[in-house]
């Protein structure tokens, strides 16, 4: 099957005669398609197999007992939220998905600069809290990677965004869409729509549906291999840079009339800075003479703006 987004190796950027290329490859990838596949470095296959044969379990836990963990004013942002509560922005109809959400592990040692929920522990399943953990640091780490490659492709400091996600506000979602049992009026699994973050990673995914549209208008299925991460441009970045890299607009649509009676389970990594990062255009990406096409914002706001868009947080 032809690929239709560019399936890099990270070992290019970790090898200093090489990792020109990488960046070039990636800083391009992100500016004219918003999406890449990055071969897997830093979280074991055995630990993400795992972890998704947890996820199946907490999903098919009864309703009555996942509510126990769906925590009123939280926005979705910790805990299990159930089926039908979020919807894409600007749209009135709902996602056909439940999902779970863990945020950031290691404290900031300045409680004042940042304050996060506390993670929901699943008391019947050990695995699950524990191998969670496990994913997320690895996400941490391979996101920093791609960031550090993306400062150097807007020529910018390598370690430029390490203070801005160095314990941020980024989420772990395990994600189900439960099977199909009658004709959706209008409802899709995932609404087209754009992630809120700087970058978002998925590792697998339990069947086919991802798409993205392209520059022609035209919806295409993304497939990478099962040892790669799909990664991608979010809101933030592409209102950092200016629109130079690209938040593409993709969605997840349903199975075959055939395979509605199947789940779809799938584990993205929205890789969110600390609040306090001003999301203020880079001078680079400004042309000379024009005006950025961002009013200046903060991260923290920009998410409250969203969560409040897409029906998870109430004004």
Request: hydrophobic share 35%.
């Amino acid at each position: 099957m032809q690929p239709t987004i560019p399936q890099l190796d990270l070992d290019l950027f970790q090898n200093e005669k090489t990792r020109h290329l990488f960046i070039d490859q990636i800083g391009n990838a992100f500016k004219e398609i918003g999406f890449v596949a990055i071969k897997n470095k830093y979280i074991n296959q055995a630990d993400i197999d795992a972890y998704y044969e947890e996820v199946k379990t907490f999903f098919h836990l009864p309703v009555a007992q996942k509510k126990q963990y769906e925590i009123e004013g939280l926005a979705g942002q910790r805990g299990y939220t159930s089926f039908g509560k979020e919807h894409a922005k600007g749209s009135i109809y709902s996602d056909l998905k439940e999902f779970w959400q863990m945020g950031q592990i290691e404290k900031s040692p300045n409680p004042e600069l940042e304050i996060y929920p506390e993670n929901v522990i699943v008391n019947e399943l050990p695995e699950f809290n524990r191998l969670g953990n496990i994913l997320y640091k690895g996400f941490e780490k391979t996101g920093s990677e791609i960031l550090k490659a993306i400062a150097l492709y807007l020529n910018l400091d390598e370690n430029y965004f390490e203070p801005h996600i160095k314990k941020g506000n980024s989420i772990l979602r395990a994600i189900h869409y439960p099977p199909i049992t009658s004709e959706p009026e209008n409802s899709i699994r995932a609404e087209a729509h754009e992630d809120i973050n700087l970058i978002t990673l998925l590792v697998g995914a339990s069947a086919d549906g991802l798409q993205l549209l392209s520059k022609n208008n035209e919806w295409l299925s993304i497939n990478a291999p099962a040892n790669y991460f799909v990664i991608n441009v979010g809101d933030m970045l592409q209102r950092l840079t200016n629109n130079v890299l690209k938040s593409t607009t993709h969605r997840v649509v349903n199975p075959p009339r055939e395979e509605w009676h199947k789940s779809r389970f799938s584990i993205p990594f929205f890789l969110h800075p600390v609040s306090q990062m001003d999301l203020t255009c880079l001078d680079q990406c400004v042309e000379t003479g024009k005006n950025p096409n961002f009013e200046p914002i903060t991260a923290g706001k920009y998410l409250e703006e969203r969560l409040i868009e897409i029906g998870l947080l109430k004004k």
